[in-house]
C-alpha cells in the first residue's frame, strides 16, 4: 500500500511551502497541493509547479474566479457585510470556496486528510475547518503552522535550510493575501499601531498625494442587487470587480489601516486595499436608499452586521447564513438602478443616482410650489407620535410635585 494523502490549501507563500516538507516529515504523508484561483495576481502556473519542486507528489489548479464572485463576493454585497464598518472581508470570502474545493479534491483523491497554512493566532484556521466540518465531517484537518509553533523567522530559516523558494525575507517579512475583492497585508512594522505603513505595504492603490489631479465618473447600473454594467457598458461580474479595483486604485480609494477584534481575542493591526469593495457597496446602499421602504432599510441594516459578523467568523455554511439569504434575496428584488460615482483623491463620492424602482416622490419632497404634501396633517401626527411620551412626562412631574 502507498502512503496515506493529505491535500494541502497551496499558495505559493512562506506558510504552506514549509508545509509541504513539514508534513512529508512529521507524518510521512503524500501531499497534495491546491492552488485555487480567486484573482490573485500571482502566475498560478507557476505556484503549482513550485509545490512540485518543493516536493508535492501532486498539484492542482481550479480557477474558481466567477464562482468566487457570483456565489460569494456578490452575496455579500447584497448584504452589504463589511465587519466592523471597515473591513469588506475579502479573505473571510474566500476561505469557505477553498474549503469546499479542498473537500471535493479529497473525494477525487481518495484523501482522508486536508491541511492548511493557517497559524494559532488568526481567523482563517476557523474559516477552515468549520468549512469542513460542515462540508465533510469525516476529513480530518492538520495545521502544520499552528502544530509546528514556529515563528516566521524560524518558517524562513527552515526554508532556507531547506533550499524552498519563498516571496519573504527578514528584511521585508509581510504576510500578503490577495484575491478579487482585496488584498491584505500584515506582519514586520506594521504590528506596531504606531507607524505610518511604509509604502512598499501597498500594492494596488497610489498614494494620494500621486492621483490624478482630474475625478473619473463611474455609473454603476444594478439589477436586483447585482452590479451589471459601467457607464452604460455591460460586463461580466469578474471584469466589472477588476476595472473598479484599477480605477479606483489610480485614484488612491480603498486603502483601509484598522485595528481588528478577530474572533480569536485578539486585537490586530491590518493593512486592506479594496478599491472595488469600497466603491460597490457605497453605490449598492444608496440604491437600497432609493428603492427600499424606511423600515426594511433600518431592519436590514442591523441584519448587515450579523451578516458581516458570521461570515467573519467562519460560519459561511451555517444554518443562519442560509436564512439570511433567503431574507436578503428578497429584499433585492427591487434594487435596480444606476448610481454615479465621482473618484477622486481617495475618496468615492456619490453624485447621482436613478431608477424606475425609485421611492423619491419630488412631489412630497419639494418645498416650490409643486409641493403636494398635507402639512396641515402633520400638526395632528404629532400629537399621537408624541402621546406616550407626553403622558410619561405628566406623571413624573406629579411625582415631582409631591
Known amino acids: 500500500m502507498g502512503k496515506e494523502k493529505v491535500v494541502l490549501a497551496y499558495s505559493g507563500g512562506l506558510d504552506t511551502s514549509v508545509a509541504i516538507k513539514w508534513l512529508q516529515e512529521k507524518y510521512n504523508l503524500d501531499v497534495i497541493a491546491l492552488v485555487v484561483n480567486l484573482g490573485q495576481p500571482a502566475d498560478i502556473e507557476a505556484v503549482r509547479d513550485k ?46 470556496l477553498i474549503a469546499k474545493h479542498l473537500v471535493e479534491q479529497a473525494g477525487r483523491s481518495g484523501a482522508k486528510t486536508v491541511a492548511h497554512g493557517c497559524t494559532g493566532k488568526g481567523n482563517d484556521q476557523v474559516r477552515f475547518e468549520v468549512s469542513v466540518a460542515a462540508l465533510n465531517p469525516f476529513l480530518e ?68 498625494s500621486q492621483a490624478p489631479d482630474e475625478p473619473d465618473y463611474m455609473e454603476i447600473d444594478f439589477r436586483a442587487g447585482k452590479p451589471v454594467a459601467i457607464n452604460g457598458k ?39 486595499e479594496c478599491p472595488a469593495a469600497i466603491i460597490l457597496p457605497l453605490a449598492h446602499r444608496e440604491l437600497e436608499a432609493l428603492t427600499l421602504e424606511r423600515d426594511l432599510v433600518h431592519y436590514k ?76 396633517s402633520a400638526k395632528g401626527f404629532i400629537k399621537l407620535f408624541g402621546l406616550p411620551i407626553k403622558v410619561w412626562a405628566k406623571k413624573q412631574r406629579k411625582q415631582e410635585s409631591r
Open 234 to 272: 455591460k460586463k461580466e461580474f469578474v471584469k466589472l470587480i477588476l476595472d473598479l479595483n484599477r480605477v479606483g486604485g489610480k485614484h488612491g480609494i480603498g486603502r483601509v489601516d484598522m485595528l481588528e477584534n478577530r474572533l480569536v481575542g485578539i486585537k490586530t493591526r491590518e493593512i486592506y
Open 301 to 376: 441594516a442591523g441584519l448587515e452586521q450579523k451578516y458581516a459578523e458570521v461570515v467573519y467568523y467562519g460560519q459561511w455554511y451555517s444554518p443562519l447564513k442560509e436564512a439570511l439569504d433567503a431574507f436578503i434575496d428578497k429584499t433585492q428584488e427591487s434594487v435596480s438602478g444606476t448610481i454615479r460615482v465621482k473618484l477622486f483623491k481617495g475618496n468615492a463620492i456619490v453624485v447621482g443616482r436613478r431608477s424606475k424602482k425609485s421611492l423619491y416622490d419630488y412631489s412630497l419632497a419639494t418645498y416650490e410650489a409643486a409641493d403636494a404634501f398635507s402639512h396641515e
Open 51 to 96: 509545490a512540485l519542486a518543493i516536493g508535492a507528489v501532486e498539484s492542482y489548479m481550479i480557477d474558481a474566479r466567477k464562482e468566487f464572485a457570483e456565489e460569494f463576493v456578490l452575496p455579500a454585497l447584497k448584504a452589504n457585510a463589511v465587519y466592523e464598518g471597515r473591513y469588506p472581508l475579502a479573505t473571510a470570502l474566500a476561505r469557505p
Open 141 to 208: 484537518v492538520i495545521a502544520p503552522i499552528r502544530e509546528w509553533g514556529v515563528s516566521r523567522e524560524g518558517a524562513i530559516e527552515y526554508a532556507r535550510k531547506h533550499g524552498i523558494p519563498v516571496p519573504v525575507t527578514k528584511k521585508s517579512p509581510y504576510s500578503v493575501d490577495e484575491n478579487l475583492w482585496g488584498r491584505s497585508c500584515e506582519c514586520g512594522v506594521l504590528e506596531d499601531p504606531w507607524v505610518e505603513p511604509p509604502a512598499d505595504a501597498f500594492s494596488w492603490t497610489r498614494d494620494v
